[in-house]
């Protein structure tokens, strides 16, 4: 599976749009890129996922570029319980041949300021 | 999607000792995962729970240091055994209640374990 590249910490007003950027520039045509989050304390939640199109659901809008290589996670009016470590893997679907095993890097520290 | 209960939340142990620590599904699920998160770190998996089959360990852990089992298709338990304090983490146990591997998986909420 790919590796990612995201930045280690983010600020992001309350109310405000909160855009994380992941670089992916070694995936591959069919890895699809998730977006997982872990709140403090908790255990991490599903964001989104996407392959090419941009996606968007009742949490947040993940946008793709045309060659794939970096993606944005989008929380449109970003709150205080939106603080919490993002994180963003890429993977090949399981019919691919690929295991169901999750590779995590670091993520980054969004901190949503009031 | 399916919800997990994992318990203890939290322990603090004796070194030497072992802890087992307990996921309960919602739901039948195939396959369930084991995680470990040293403080400050990210999540690295400890193996692979299939119903019916010894479960796959990844490198770096052993069946004799975190022995698991998996009875049923809702029910799966991680024992961390002669416990040092190297072994203090979070441990998480995590579903693909899908089944199919390409949607978002589901985890617990963790236990904090502390190794004195």
């Known amino acids: 599976d790919a590796k990612t590249t995201q930045p280690p910490s983010m600020d992001c007003a309350e109310g405000r749009a909160a855009n994380l950027p992941c670089n992916h520039s070694?995936?591959?045509?069919?890895?699809?890129v998730y977006w997982y989050r872990q709140i403090h304390s908790q255990g991490p939640q599903y964001i989104i996922h996407g392959l090419k199109n941009n996606e968007t659901n009742e949490m947040a809008s993940l946008i793709i570029t045309e060659d794939r290589k970096s993606s944005t996670l989008i929380l449109p009016h970003a709150t205080l319980r939106d603080t919490a470590v993002y994180y963003c893997i890429v993977r090949a679907p399981v019919n691919a041949g690929n295991n169901r095993k999750l590779i995590w890097g670091l993520g980054t520290s969004l901190a949503v300021n009031p | 999607s399916a919800v997990i209960s994992q318990k203890p939340s939290r322990d603090i142990c004796q070194r030497g000792t072992s802890l087992t620590i307990q996921c309960q599904v919602d739901s039948q699920v195939t396959m369930m995962f084991w995680y470990r998160q040293q403080p400050g770190q990210s999540l690295t998996l400890i193996a692979t729970a299939n119903q019916g089959s010894e479960a796959t360990y990844e490198s770096g852990f052993v069946i004799d240091k975190f022995p698991i089992s998996r009875p049923n298709l809702t029910f799966s338990t991680l024992t961390v055994s002669n416990m040092s304090p190297e072994d203090s983490s979070i441990y998480l146990c995590s579903v693909d209640p899908w089944g199919q591997g390409d949607y978002g998986y589901t985890f617990g909420s963790g236990t904090r374990l502390t190794v004195v």
């Open positions: 070694t995936i591959s045509g069919n890895e699809y």
